[in-house]
T-cell receptor, first 112, second 111 residues
Framework: DAGVIQSPRHEVTEMGQEVTLRCKPI?????LFWYRQTMMRGLELLIY????????DSGMPEDRFSAKMPNASFSTLKIQPSEPRDSAVYFC??????????FGPGTRLTVT | GQQVMQIPQYQHVQEGEDFTTYCNSS?????IQWYKQRPGGHPVFLIQ?????EVKKQKRLTFQFGEAKKNSSLHITATQTTDVGTYFC???????????FGTGTRLKVLA
């Protein structure tokens, strides 16, 4: 298996623009997690899905952030409009029966 | 809300020295996981502990889960340069699959 796939790996955008991050989980995994990592706040869980259904989105910073999982093999995290404070590394992870989480390589987002 | 703290925040050791990081949760945990993140990389799962007082070993790494299931430790014997990275513990919020990651301990090994 190729592991969790994320795209793009790097994204540089201007404040106010829409940003879409993409994730393909490992086939057969029924849990998908979106994390954000910064030096100041560490590794934060934003939202997680079980069988494509959002279970807990309490970590989503504000209404500018939204996440979808239209099917078992694809998820998106969208930021609209983006702000400089959204600059971070965003990780997607997947797991089965909530055992070990397999993380993707991450998307490094820079908002100028 | 639930908090998971780790100490120390940073640790520099000479190659060959031992290293320990401690993880403390504000609430009792059903299990605890440990991850390692190399510089510029992503977190990689190391192990999961479930039972009170459980001790597991992986080569030079020893993991322990406290009796009260609120703390854990990771001990590395005779560190090597390949051990460099940040070590995170993570515990689930009660009754959910939402894992709260600890603040991490960044290990630097000097050759």
């Amino acid at each position: 298996d190729a592991g969790v796939i994320q795209s793009p790996r790097h994204e540089v955008t201007e404040m106010g623009q829409e940003v879409t991050l993409r994730c393909k989980p490992i086939s057969g995994h029924d849990y998908l997690f979106w994390y954000r990592q910064t030096m100041m706040r560490g590794l934060e869980l934003l939202i997680y899905f079980n069988n494509n259904v959002p279970i807990d989105d309490s970590g989503m910073p504000e209404d500018r952030f939204s996440a979808k999982m239209p099917n078992a093999s694809f998820s998106t995290l969208k930021i609209q409009p983006s702000e400089p404070r959204d600059s971070a590394v965003y990780f997607c992870a997947s797991s089965t029966l909530s055992y070990e989480q397999y993380f993707g390589p991450g998307t490094r987002l820079t908002v100028t | 809300g639930q908090q998971v703290m780790q100490i120390p925040q940073y640790q520099h050791v000479q190659e060959g020295e031992d290293f320990t990081t401690y993880c403390n949760s504000s609430t009792t945990l059903s299990n605890i996981q440990w991850y390692k993140q190399r510089p510029g990389g992503h977190p990689v799962f190391l192990i999961q502990l479930v039972k009170s007082g459980e001790v597991k070993k992986q080569k030079r790494l020893t993991f322990q889960f406290g009796e009260a299931k609120k703390n854990s430790s990771l001990h590395i014997t005779a560190t090597q340069t390949t051990d460099v990275g940040t070590y995170f513990c993570a515990g689930p919020t009660s009754g959910t699959y939402k894992y709260i990651f600890g603040t991490g301990t960044r290990l630097k090994v000097l050759a």
